[in-house]
C-alpha cells in the first residue's frame, strides 16, 4: 500500500495526490517511475518530495555516466575489440533473481558508475571497455526502461553562463569561474571540465 510522509494517503489529511499533480510540480514521468520502482515490492511505498528530489538527482547521475561512455566511445581513434579493464558481471541479474530484490540491484549499478567514473576520471578506460558497460546498460535497461529518450537540449543562458566562465578560467579570474558554476548549478545543469574542454550536463531531467 502507499504512504505519503509516513501517513496514510487520503484527501481529509491533504496528502492526496495524483500523477498529475506531481507533474505539475515540474516532475517528469520518468523520476517518478524510478521513486516507484527503486522500492521492493514486500516493503510499504512511502511517497515523498525528497524521494521525488533523490530520483531525479540518481536519474542525473545515470544520464552523465552513459554521456561520459558515450564520449570515450566516439573519441577513440581506434576501439581495441578487447576491453582491458573490469567488464559488466551479472550481479544486477542475480540481484533480481533474488525475490525481485531491487535495492540490491540498483545498488550494483551505482557503485558500478563510481568505479567507472573514477577510471574515466584517471584517463584509464579504454572505448571497448565503455563499449562493454553501454551494451551492459541496455540489457539492464530492459528491465529498468530509464534512459531518456531525448536528446537533452541545453538552454541557451545556460550556454552563455558556460561561454562567460570558460573565459573566465581563460583570463584565470578562477573568483568570477566558481560564481558563474554556481549560476549555472542552481538552473540544474552542472559542468564538468575535461581534457577536451568543459561539458555541461543536466543535474537531473526537468
Not at 542525473?60 to 566511445?73: K, M, N
Not at 531491487?102 to 558500478?112: D, R
Amino acid at each position: 500500500h502507499l504512504l505519503v510522509d509516513g501517513q496514510k494517503m487520503a484527501k481529509s489529511l491533504g496528502n492526496f495526490y495524483t500523477v498529475p499533480d506531481v507533474l505539475a510540480k515540474g516532475y517528469t514521468g520518468r523520476e517518478l517511475r524510478y521513486a516507484l520502482l527503486r522500492v521492493h515490492y514486500r516493503v510499504p511505498l512511502n511517497f515523498t518530495w525528497e524521494g521525488m528530489n533523490e530520483a531525479r538527482e540518481s536519474l542525473g547521475r545515470i544520464d552523465e555516466w552513459l554521456a561520459r561512455l558515450r564520449e570515450v566511445v566516439g573519441s577513440a581513434r581506434r576501439a581495441d575489440r578487447t576491453p582491458r579493464r573490469g567488464v559488466p558481471t551479472s550481479k544486477f541479474e542475480e540481484a533480481l533473481d533474488d525475490d525481485l530484490n531491487i535495492s540490491a540491484a540498483l545498488g550494483f549499478l551505482f557503485e558500478s558508475i563510481r568505479e567507472t567514473n573514477r577510471a574515466m576520471d584517471q584517463n584509464e578506460m579504454d572505448a571497448a571497455t565503455a563499449n562493454a558497460w553501454l551494451d551492459w546498460w541496455k540489457r539492464i535497461n530492459t528491465v529498468l526502461d530509464l534512459e531518456a529518450e531525448f536528446e537533452i537540449i541545453v538552454p541557451p543562458e545556460v550556454m552563455q553562463l558556460a561561454k562567460e566562465r570558460e573565459n573566465a578560467r581563460r583570463e584565470k579570474k578562477w573568483k568570477r569561474s566558481d560564481e558563474l558554476r554556481e549560476q549555472i548549478s542552481v538552473l540544474g545543469w552542472e559542468v564538468r571540465d575535461t581534457k577536451d574542454g568543459a561539458k555541461i550536463t543536466r543535474r537531473g531531467a526537468a
